[in-house]
């Protein structure tokens, strides 16, 4: 396996707050790869500077060798690195079909008007990524009508209209009943087969039976990072997410 994703130095500060400091952060392409932390840790802040949502104070994010440092995000978008949001970004008066619609066609408005073939193509990706998740027989129900699980699907079927290489998902399960959540790790396993995946996730059980790679955040920085076992196994993330104490604490 190659790096894929990558950010070197990479800080964020707002004022006199540091929300990201400095992490040096590696995905291998092909990758299951959770990232943890308490709130406040710098999760989807650092989900905002690898999709161009934020420039970074300092540092760099490459993408498949390629500095996207400082990029818009939706030309970070059109290389190959899609996302979905911790809230809802859905189009709720438009159709399933035509929410999908809009990020398949995303930059290729100009061409799809030149060419019809391409308009084709682009419907085909559509019906695709609707067969895909399950949602083919709700194409023209309105976004907002859905249920909350079947809108969490729509988001993640907008992130794949434009095929992307690598997804990052923001707590995908949040809000989601037992069975819906069951249902989606299935879903994010097959997902998987075909492309890079880092998710956000609060939810220990979800985190552990998904990723063989954790990276931990805290304050801003990487506390942990590395196989599940040896993550759940640290002393500093057991003292964050458990309240043990420190080793010299415990002796003193």
């Known amino acids: 396996m190659t790096g894929i994703l990558e950010t070197r130095a990479l800080r964020k500060s707002f004022g006199g707050l540091t929300a990201v400091d400095s992490v040096n952060f590696l995905v ?3 990758e299951l790869r959770a990232i943890i932390g308490p709130n406040g840790a710098g999760k989807s802040t650092f989900f905002n500077l690898l999709t161009g949502v934020l420039r970074p104070t300092a540092g760099r994010v490459l993408f498949r060798g390629e500095d996207i440092t400082g990029l818009p995000p ?9 996302r979905t949001l911790q809230n809802s970004a859905l189009f709720p008066a438009l159709t399933v079909f035509e929410n999908v619609w809009l990020s398949a066609q995303a930059g290729q408005v100009q061409k799809l008007v030149l060419r019809p073939s391409l308009r084709r193509s682009v419907e085909q990706r559509v019906v695709e990524v609707l067969g ?17 699980g079947d809108q969490r699907l729509l988001e993640i079927a907008i992130a794949l209209g434009t095929n992307p290489s690598v997804l990052l998902m923001d707590e995908p399960t949040a809000g989601l009943s037992p069975k ?3 249902d989606f790790l299935e879903l994010i396993r097959g997902l998987a087969s075909a492309r890079t995946i880092v998710i956000i996730e609060h939810d220990m059980n979800v985190v552990m039976s998904l990723a063989t790679t954790i990276t931990v955040l805290h304050e801003g920085r990487i506390v942990a990072d590395g196989k599940s076992k040896d993550v759940q196994a640290n002393p500093v993330v057991r003292r964050i997410y458990l309240g043990e104490p420190a080793r010299d604490d415990a002796h003193g």
Request: glycine share 16%; net charge negative.
């Open 180 to 182: 819906e959540t069951r």
């Open 28 to 30: 291998e392409e092909g």
């Open 74 to 82: 939706h030309a970070i978008s059109l290389r190959g690195l899609g």
């Open 132 to 148: 895909l998740l399950g949602l083919e027989d709700k194409q023209d129900v309105p976004a907002g009508d859905l249920s909350h």
